[in-house]
T-cell receptor, first 114, second 115 residues
Framework: SQTIHQWPATLVQPVGSPLSLECTVE??????LYWYRQAAGRGLQLLFY??????ISSEVPQNLSASRPQDRQFILSSKKLLLSDSGFYLC?????????????FGEGSWLTVV | AQSVTQLGSHVSVSEGALVLLRCNYS??????LFWYVQYPNQGLQLLLK??????LVKGINGFEAEFKKSETSFHLTKPSAHMSDAAEYFC?????????????FGQGTILTVHP
């Protein structure tokens, strides 16, 4: 069966510090990968998606970037965090191809920028 | 462009009562529709989804939802609430024909179940 892991689960970072959140998927190959953000009191917003190694699409302009160095690895990064980057970040995956495929979410990472 | 409206950011029911969480969508074509549940400090878990076929969809934990095209709705129901159903619920839509799953989420509905 397929599993998705993301870490760290919780982190507190000072403004201006770098960020790296990692996500890996097991049990499938060539998945579509996603990073969503859930800010306090808001719904979920798609930040990035990837349909293959090195292929990253950004949905919203922001202080963050994403990379996919391996087929089942997705990394969310920032060089200098802002207070507004605080939130709950969710990695997700789906099988490639049909848009009706279910998107499966990881357990999330709480980021607090202080 | 798609949009999703969940009526009621908070819903409170008694244990054993009917659960009804409302979701209306706006889309130029009939979309794929999803309900997810999020327990505190956890990721999202799929409850059920509608893509094609039967408009009444049954999901996990006794939940079901009915796609009504004429009403552009996909309301989530459960006949009898359990304390364990307390969570936040998200309705989401997806346009057919895209090569990736860009979900558009509603703002969520927090369900409280009291004894």
């Amino acid at each position: 069966s397929q599993t998705i892991h993301q870490w760290p689960a919780t982190l507190v970072q000072p403004v201006g510090s770098p960020l790296s959140l990692e996500c890996t998927v097991e049990g499938t190959s060539n998945p579509n990968l996603y990073w969503y953000r859930q800010a306090a009191g808001r719904g979920l917003q798609l930040l990035f998606y990837s349909v293959g190694i090195g292929q990253i699409s950004s949905e919203v302009p922001q202080n963050l970037s994403a990379s996919r160095p391996q087929d089942r690895q997705f990394i969310l990064s920032s060089k200098k965090l802002l207070l507004s980057d605080s939130g709950f970040y969710l990695c997700a995956w789906s099988t490639a191809g049909g848009a009706g495929n279910t998107i499966y979410f990881g357990e999330g990472s709480w980021l607090t920028v202080v | 462009a798609q949009s999703v409206t969940q009526l009621g950011s908070h819903v409170s029911v008694s244990e054993g009562a009917l659960v009804l969480l409302r979701c209306n969508y706006s889309s130029s074509v009939p979309p794929y529709l999803f309900w997810y549940v999020q327990y505190p400090n956890q990721g999202l878990q799929l409850l059920l989804k509608y893509t094609t076929g039967a408009t009444l969809v049954k999901g996990i934990n006794g939940f079901e939802a009915e796609f009504k095209k004429s009403e552009t709705s996909f309301h989530l129901t459960k006949p009898s609430a359990h304390m364990s159903d307390a969570a936040e619920y998200f309705c989401a839509v997806l346009s057919p024909g895209t090569s990736y799953g860009k979900l558009t989420f509603g703002q969520g509905t927090i369900l409280t179940v009291h004894p």
